[in-house]
T-cell receptor, first 110, second 112 residues
Framework: AQRVTQPEKLLSVFKGAPVELKCNYS??????LFWYVQYSRQRLQLLLR??SRESIKGFTADLNKGETSFHLKKPFAQEEDSAMYYC????????????FGSGTRLLVRP | DGGITQSPKYLFRKEGQNVTLSCEQN?????MYWYRQDPGQGLRLIYY???????QKGDIAEGYSVSREKKESFPLTVTSAQKNPTAFYLC???????????FGPGTRLTVL
């Protein structure tokens, strides 16, 4: 079964603390993994994707095929990072649909 | 201003009524998608269309219908057969040869 699991509904950290948002997936094949972010009153937008291997806004995510994980990390959280984060995988079939996790709300306290 | 627009932002419906949500894009994307977002459940795919005049059911298509008469437009009708229609609806589009999807601002539907 194709599934994305984000075990934490809420993650609360203080400004400057490290952040790790967990994402595990199950998929028979080699999917493409994404992290999308939804800031307050803004639309859902792409944060990063595993094939680009970029660091966006200080966030990184490494695809671990052995552990089927794609955790999102940032060494020093900022208050503006507070948002809803969704991990997603792209079905590598004709639909290219996105399969989303349930999301993790990150709250960065001053 | 390029991108995806959805209207209306808020929509209220009485039980038993059909309503249509608008989604327009000027990105020249072939593929368009409709997702439903519920608290604690992430986004779930309702319908998608890869090309004009063609569309496919997603994971939760029951009680919904779509049309794709123009490349730019992919309206979603929430019918009276949808048992729990109150939700936030997101439209997305994708360009050819890329898996990234671009999302609209969403429509919040409330059934009274």
């Amino acid at each position: 079964a194709q599934r994305v699991t984000q075990p934490e509904k809420l993650l609360s950290v203080f400004k400057g603390a490290p952040v790790e948002l967990k994402c595990n997936y199950s998929y028979s094949g080699s999917p493409e993994l994404f992290w999308y972010v939804q800031y307050s009153r803004q639309r859902l937008q792409l944060l990063l994707r595993h094939i680009s291997r970029e660091s966006i806004k200080g966030f990184t995510a490494d695809l671990n095929k052995g552990e089927t994980s794609f955790h999102l990390k940032k060494p020093f959280a900022q208050e503006e990072d507070s948002a809803m984060y969704y991990c997603a995988l792209s079905a590598m079939d004709s639909s290219y649909k996105l399969i989303f996790g349930s999301g993790t709300r990150l709250l960065v306290r001053p | 201003d390029g991108g995806i627009t959805q209207s209306p932002k808020y929509l209220f419906r009485k039980e038993g009524q059909n309503v249509t949500l608008s989604c327009e894009q000027n990105l020249n994307h072939d593929a368009m998608y409709w997702y439903r977002q519920d608290p604690g459940q992430g986004l779930r795919l309702i319908y998608y269309s890869q090309i004009v005049n063609d569309f496919q059911k997603g994971d939760i298509a029951e009680g919904y219908s779509v049309s794709r008469e123009k490349k730019e437009s992919f309206p979603l009708t929430v019918t009276s057969a949808q048992k729990n229609p109150t939700a936030f609806y997101l439209c997305a589009s994708r360009g050819q040869g890329d898996n990234e999807q671009f999302f609209g601002p969403g429509t919040r539907l409330t059934v009274l």
